[in-house]
């Protein structure tokens, strides 16, 4: 039960601070999902932080573990938002922003893992 309780506050706080950064109203100038963008990256970036010093530290089973990545990092990234977003390129026939939001997405969410965990060791 206290694993289940671990998860769901920092869920709930990952949630909360999304939330927040999709009220950051300077992100509207242009037709690209900067919100959803920015929560996936930051944590991507905060997760390969938290899997490198688990790793390096032995404390990929802790509690730790199960608050900031399952939890924070869960509740803070949306794949369910960027399908959706991407869904909704298609369907207008912005081509060239969904490549453009697919792969640059992908490209830097894979990057920022990385990175964090790289700057960790």
């Keep these: 039960m206290k694993q289940v309780l671990l998860v769901f506050l920092g869920g709930g706080l990952g949630s909360a601070f999304r939330f927040l950064i999709s009220n950051i109203s300077f992100l509207n100038i242009i037709k690209f999902p900067f919100h959803t963008f920015l929560s996936n990256i930051i944590g991507c970036l905060i997760f390969g932080f938290f899997m490198g010093w688990a790793i390096k530290n032995d404390q990929i089973n802790s509690p ?58």
């Design 64 to 121: 730790n573990t199960l608050l900031i990545a399952t939890g924070f990092c869960g509740g803070l990234t949306t794949f369910s938002t960027f399908a959706y977003e991407n869904i909704n390129m298609i369907k207008s026939g912005d081509l060239n922003h969904f490549i453009l939001y697919t792969l640059l997405s992908i490209i830097t969410s894979f990057a920022s893992i990385y990175l964090g965990m790289l700057i960790i060791k």
